[in-house]
């Protein structure tokens, strides 16, 4: 007798992403401006319609085109050396992209093998590497950023290194967590007692099951770091000018502020727009992976 | 309960050995000699560098020099600064109060508006005002607050001359100030208009301070409340015919506070961070402000210091969080 094979195929596992994502209106729209942004990051110079540094001496603090006084030469005006704000802004998505990759990059990876570490690390190691990342965790993120630029000197890469810094514990925490609950399941335990060593054992056997968290903390954490890469360039300590970041435009609009809303108001929109896009598409992401909530 | 103490207690000092050692480790990391740092351009002669150097103990081992500034910490002593030649530590402590007082508003605003928030948005699960409040929330939540604080300005000091842009209190007004609390001393004052005045100046920041702590605690007082809304016993509860009210107001928010309240301690630190950004903006006179100026003006002693007291104020308040924790979630002793 043979038996009837009942094998329906399972959905891929991005097929299946999809499908949960999808659900979430907001998500979707959030990865659509999150594409736009990358656009821009990417081909940003060759869209904008000036020089970003260019200075154009008889055209400054000229309002946006609807404005009495503006005109469609400079769609969202000038600043008040006379630079296309139009042009700044879409240059300046690069830095502020590029900082969300680096930064996550960086805190991600080190956060990830510190916290695999401390996950099969005996208890002592386990208990000193907690006990750092307890450290770092006690300084507000942000004032521990600006005193390491402060001891790094004033950059964009020395804001990022910091930045990574701060967000690491993060990962390690979480890592660590996902790992302590996955070791004692009996995948691990069969895996092991089927001779696996302890490196497959920690980057191919547990690894992969403990990566949705941490890919939802990688999303929301590259909203912090614009958001603080932009902090500390409006603090000065971030990207010096003339680079079009975001915050460090914001720093030197600062004086004209009762005078031209338009320096001020449009690269902060551009932070607000890209930070709430990318935490809509965070937060889209945690329900997908999530299998907690995927249930109810 | 003790043993939960106790244990709490046993991972605070480790912690805060930790921070003292990256604190005393910051001005040895800087580049350069600190030493020539702190002279600055007029240079130095060998004698008195050799002089300061033993002044400061930088010519003894570095152990040596660690269990000195540790000792030296525990005692209140942090060093003067470079600019004021003051105590760090009476610097700090007379700073503390505005940035206490501003933190307290802004934490007040946001519990005030973000708990009921947070519950509406859930008892109306998917509604319309549940898709507002957390579509705004998650605007709050994302606001770069440094450009929220020069909106704000904009419209209420600019356009509309309501508030002052800058300060704790308009210059007319001078008194004694016993407590460091502009709201309490304006009003001991007895001064007419004060009180208002020093109200009208804590308006803005405190909105700016506030924005982020809201969102998240609007965020986390709805999915906590729609997690307690699922269970059994809120079921039972309508089926013995409770008015919705007290089911939501009583039996379900009071189960919903224990992690906002988590929420809400460990919000200190965000409050902290964003304290640099607000004072900086709105110069009001506190611990973020100092902060930063210090930084500008390579003010090292007060970098240091205030670094690690700030964090062992983040550090305390956690663990004071921890212990109430422990005190309204019974089950947390046990671990």
């Known amino acids: 007798m043979t038996e009837a094979v009942t094998e329906v195929a399972r959905p891929s596992a991005l097929k299946e992403f999809w499908y949960y994502f999808r659900e979430n209106r907001g998500a979707v729209i959030g990865l659509w401006v999150f594409a736009a942004f990358a656009f821009l990051a990417l081909f940003g110079p060759w869209i904008a319609p000036h020089d970003p540094t260019a200075q154009f001496r008889d055209a400054t603090l000229q309002p946006p085109f609807w404005q009495e006084g503006g005109s469609w ?50 208890k002592w190691l386990d208990s000193v590497i907690m006990r750092i990342m307890d450290v770092i965790l006690a300084f507000p993120s942000l004032l521990l950023a600006l005193v390491l630029v402060a001891i790094l000197g004033p950059s964009l890469t020395n804001a990022m290194i910091a930045i990574a810094i701060v967000l690491q514990p993060h990962y390690v925490r979480l890592t660590r967590a996902s790992v ?38 990688a999303a929301l954490s590259f909203s912090t770091a614009i958001l603080d890469a932009a902090a500390l360039g409006f603090l000065g300590m971030g990207a010096q000018p003339p680079t079009p970041e975001w915050g460090t435009m914001l720093a030197e609009a600062r004086e004209f502020i009762l005078r031209a809303w338009w320096v001020v108001t449009f690269p902060g929109l551009a932070i607000l727009v890209t930070v709430l896009a990318i935490n809509l598409m965070g937060d889209g992401l945690r329900d997908a992976l999530d299998p907690k909530l995927k249930r109810s | 309960m003790l043993n939960y103490v106790l244990s709490r207690l046993f991972t605070f000092i480790p912690t805060f050995v930790g921070v003292t050692l990256i604190s005393f480790g910051f001005i040895r990391v800087l580049p350069g000699d600190p030493i020539i740092v702190m002279a600055g351009e007029r240079g130095l002669t060998a004698e008195r560098y050799a002089e300061l150097e033993a002044q400061f103990g930088f010519d003894r081992p570095i152990y040596v020099q660690f269990w000195d500034y540790l000792t030296g ?15 760090v530590w009476d610097e700090f402590f007379s700073l503390f109060p505005a940035t206490l007082e501003l933190s307290t508003c802004a934490m007040i605003f946001a519990v005030v508006i973000g ?43 600019g356009n509309l001359q309501w508030t002052p842009v800058s300060g704790r209190i308009d210059l007319i007004y001078y008194f004694p100030d016993p407590t460091g609390f502009m709201l309490i001393d304006s009003l001991s004052s007895g001064q007419k208009g004060a009180f208002t005045s020093a109200v009208r100046h804590l308006v803005l920041p405190t909105i700016v301070l506030g924005t982020i ?6 965020r986390q007082t709805r999915s906590a409340m729609l997690e307690v809304l699922g269970e059994d016993y809120i079921r039972t509860a309508r089926a013995k015919g409770l008015a919705p009210g007290r089911i939501n107001g009583i039996h379900a928010l009071r189960n919903a506070l224990i992690p906002v309240i988590t929420v809400i301690g460990l919000s200190v630190g965000t409050l902290l961070a964003g304290a640099i950004l607000t004072e900086t903006i709105f110069s009001w006179p506190g ?30 308040v956690n663990l004071t969080v921890d212990m109430l924790y422990g005190v309204i979630n019974p089950k947390i002793r046990k671990r």
């Open chain 1, 73 to 122: 030469t400079f769609p969202l005006g000038t600043d008040p050396l006379g630079r296309d704000m139009l042009s700044r802004l879409i240059v300046g998505a690069r830095f502020s992209f590029f900082v969300g990759v680096v930064v996550v990059s960086i805190a991600a990876t080190g956060g990830i093998l510190v916290g695999l570490l401390s996950g099969f690390a005996p």
């Open chain 1, 180 to 217: 302590l609950s996955e070791r004692q399941k009996d995948y691990v335990t069969s895996a092991k007692v089927a001779g696996a060593g302890l490196p497959r054992l920690m980057f191919i056997t547990v690894l992969p099951n403990c990566l949705a968290p941490i890919i939802v903390q």
């Open chain 2, 73 to 87: 910490v525990l005692q209140g002593d942090l060093g003067n600064s470079f600019v004021t030649k003051r105590p």
């Open chain 2, 115 to 157: 708990l009921p928030a947070g519950v509406i948005a859930a008892v109306n699960r998917g509604k319309l005002y549940d898709r507002l409040l957390m579509s705004t929330a998650l605007i709050g939540y994302s606001m770069p607050i440094f450009w929220w604080a020069l909106l704000l300005i904009i419209v209420f000091s």
């Open chain 2, 213 to 218: 702590p809201l969102a998240v605690i609007a």
């Open chain 2, 287 to 316: 611990i973020g402000k100092w902060m930063v100026d210090s930084i500008f003006r390579r003010d090292y002693p007060v970098v240091q210091g205030g670094l690690l007291l700030i964090a062992v104020a983040v550090m305390v």
